[in-house]
């Protein structure tokens, strides 16, 4: 098959359009001459932005996508496009319905178990995986799995990347100082996915107290009074550097490369620090499959912590029915990931970073 127009869908969030630019940066192994269009959300540009495997961006408002007319002139566009393959890893309505109305001869996308497709959207549909056998974790393994489902892949690349210009990364703020720098994601792309204010304050605390180091704050724009208030509730202000902030996911992408480590709530802040190969230490929301996203932790350079890990016996299950459950009330499983069963991983795993220690 000779595939010269190939479109990925991803219209979610920024953590998961990154992962998905694995299928861009493969697909060219296996067709170096397409034009490939990545569809996503407006705000995931910045993670997407200068990859010579995408050839074009296709980005639209998430709000505006659920309004019927524009929605429906989107079915038009991708039928007038003449797409000859589709990767659906978002599958969900309207990534189906644009699969259906595009009469792509090669269409693939994620199917749940035991629950059949009512409608041909897909060529072929793919199972998601029961559990990571690799490195990369169970999200990046089930991409990749979708794209060697029709095609060969003889080295398939399990590793996101970010592609910053030369001058993104030759950026060097003289704001941030001689001393490491440790960023602090202080609170979670949404608030079921935020720790307790008081707890991360804690955590914050610790790094200033024993390490002679600059801490960064990275929040979301919304989010700049809920991000004030943990600093308030922190010891060493004189450590924390609120001045140095990024903007935008771009601005983040070329913050971080200039940091040391990312401690944060697990999102899209972590796949950016690892798709830079910064070192991770990730806190995920008690509901979050650590399996699907936990790409390459190997306990050393990348580390995280986990409620079901420590506290197993809070947990009955964790199938899918019980973290939708846990899903709409986090707080009381949270409430239980406490600043002492975090500190019991994150202690020794920035003694590792060798991080310098404060003199007494």
Known sequence: ??????????????????????????????????????????????????????????????????????????????????????????????????????????????????????????????????????????????????????????????????????????????????????????????????????YIAELVNYVTSTYEVTVLFNYAPHQKADALGIYELCTHKEAINLDVYAESIRDFAVLMKQCDVLIANEGGSVHIAKALSKPTFTIYSPYIDKDAWNSFEDGSFHQSVHLKEEQPRLYNSFDRETTKKIEKNPEYLYQQLTPELILHKLKPYLKNRNLPLKKN
């Open 1 to 198: 098959m000779q595939a010269t127009n190939i479109l990925i869908i991803q219209n979610k969030r920024i953590g998961d359009a990154l992962l998905t630019s694995v299928i861009a940066n493969n697909i060219k192994t296996v067709f170096p001459e397409s034009k490939v269009t990545f569809f996503a959300y407006d705000y995931t540009s910045g993670v997407l932005e200068n990859n010579p495997n995408i050839d074009e961006l296709w980005l639209v408002n998430e709000k505006d996508l659920k309004i019927q007319a524009y929605f429906l002139k989107t079915l038009l566009h991708v039928r007038k496009n003449k797409y000859d393959v589709i990767f659906d890893p978002y599958a969900k309505f309207q990534s189906k319905m644009m699969c259906l109305f595009s009469d792509a001869s090669v269409r693939l996308g994620f199917k749940r178990k035991n629950k059949k497709l009512k409608l041909p959207f897909y060529t072929k549909a793919v199972n998601f995986k029961e559990k990571a056998t690799l490195p990369c974790g169970r999200a990046i393994e089930d991409r990749i799995n979708m794209i060697e489902t029709a095609f060969e892949l003889p080295s398939p690349d399990y590793h996101p990347r970010i592609f910053l210009t030369e001058k993104e990364s030759n950026r060097n703020s003289k704001a941030l100082g001689e001393k490491l720098v440790v960023m602090f994601g202080v609170l979670g792309s949404v608030p079921k996915k935020s720790m307790p204010k008081t």
